[in-house]
């Protein structure tokens, strides 16, 4: 593109000077010794070049290079359209999560970002690479909600199934009987999600849902994934499950290089144009059934 910019460049200012060889600029005197006036730049006609061939076939090769990184300014998040007349207009929604809610891979944009702008909502972000939901340092899940939001009131609160808990092969735990805070084992990935829960909806009484990343192949990870579902039927959250479905995760492998840095972060194709408009149907999905 900058060699077309250069070429296009070059041919104007030939022009230009074929003008002035032609008609000059400025005064002088003509041979009557009579002064002639000076024609002004912008009656000097100017010839557009007409793009050649080659200037059209790298053009069409920028175009492309944009469409295949799933980071360019094709997927812009500004691009994205609002939905008017949802559940969530005007309302605060709070994320937690790590690396995937943060947006590692696509220069910070990711699934709240995209809510923000689809259901024109204000985002409170509480999101920080590596951390894992079992509460065994200060940067946990569980520490930053309890330190770190301290909005008095949200709409929605999201969370994220860290892929961090099922790489570092942290315990699993059990699903607890009881509903209190004080029940559930922090320290394990259950005990945390589950005191999460409890924490959300006691706090702002409002709608709790938990997302799944697409699927990669980890054992650890399907089964805390089989374990948000039970968690699902326990406690009524909302289920946001891009793992399990085939049909979604069926894509070829040119698609994959567009939406995917890796096997777990989208860039900002993957979040604007794969994961969240399906996030989005399975969202209004529960709360067109669960806000009446």
């Not at 009656?43 to 469409?67: G, I, K």
């Not at 204000?122 to 569980?142: F, H, I, P, R």
């Not at 942290?170 to 924490?199: C, H, P």
Request: hydrophobic share 35%; glycine share 8%; with cysteine.
């Amino acid at each position: 593109m900058r060699r077309h910019m250069l070429k296009r460049a070059s041919l104007l200012i030939a022009a230009a000077m074929l003008a002035v060889a032609a008609g000059g600029c400025g005064s002088g005197k003509t041979d009557e010794g009579e002064v002639s006036k000076a024609v002004p730049a912008t009656q000097t006609p100017v010839a557009t070049p007409t793009p050649t061939e080659e200037d059209l076939e790298m053009e069409r090769e920028y175009n492309e290079a944009l469409r295949l990184n799933g980071n360019s300014k094709n997927y812009n998040f500004s691009d994205i359209q609002k939905l008017e007349g949802n559940p969530m207009e005007g309302k605060t929604l709070c994320v937690l999560g790590s690396s995937v809610a943060y947006g590692a891979s696509s220069n910070g944009d990711a699934v709240g970002e995209y809510f923000e702008k689809r259901f024109g909502c204000k985002l409170v972000k509480e999101a920080v690479s590596g951390t894992t939901l079992a509460n065994l340092d200060d940067s946990s899940y569980v520490a930053r909600l309890l330190n770190n939001v301290t909005e008095e009131k949200v709409d929605l609160f999201i969370c994220q199934l860290s892929t961090n808990d099922a790489t570092k092969n942290l315990k699993l735990g059990e699903i607890s009987e009881g509903k209190n805070l004080s029940d559930f084992d922090q320290k394990t990935v259950i005990g945390a999600m589950e005191y999460i829960i409890r924490y959300a909806q006691t706090t702002w009484n409002c709608p709790v849902a938990f997302f799944t990343g697409s699927y990669y192949k980890s054992e650890n990870y399907g089964k805390m994934v089989e374990a948000l579902k039970a968690l699902g039927d326990k406690w009524g959250i909302c289920v946001l499950n891009l793992y399990d479905d085939p049909e979604f995760n069926d894509l070829t492998e040119e698609e994959r290089s567009i939406y995917m840095s890796d096997d777990i972060h989208p860039k900002r194709a993957g979040y604007r144009d794969w994961w969240g408009p399906e996030l989005e149907r399975q969202l209004l999905d529960y709360l067109k059934e669960n806000t009446k």
